[in-house]
């Protein structure tokens, strides 16, 4: 998609008007008509203005990627929820682990208990 198609996009998906858009970016509404008509391009602080307004990066805005930027996010999502979950699988197994020293110790202790009163009722008699 080109920068013009991506500004009409945008602007549809906001719901804001030339108008308003040109306002958020301290333009006539003639400016922003042009950029979408393919007439002029905004230059480089107005593309960083832009991506700020609509939530996207430059990339989106310049390369004409077909990608949704929800698209985007979706997949950064996706790989920060796979790496969470290998995070809270890495703590769940430590914790099991953990569990499982604690019953050898208890066990341990109990087992030692018992022989201590064992001996202590063999030494009473």
Known sequence: MSVSKQL???RNVKGIS???LAS???VTRQAVSKWETDQTLPDSEKIIRLSEIFGVTTDYL???KETDPMDIYSQHNSKAGTDMSAEVTEILDQVHQMSTTKRYLIGAGVFLLVIAIIAGIVFLL
Do not use: D, R, S, V
């Open 8 to 10: 009409i996009h945008l």
């Open 24 to 26: 958020l970016m301290n």
């Open 18 to 20: 030339q108008e308003e």
């Open 62 to 64: 310049l390369k004409g």
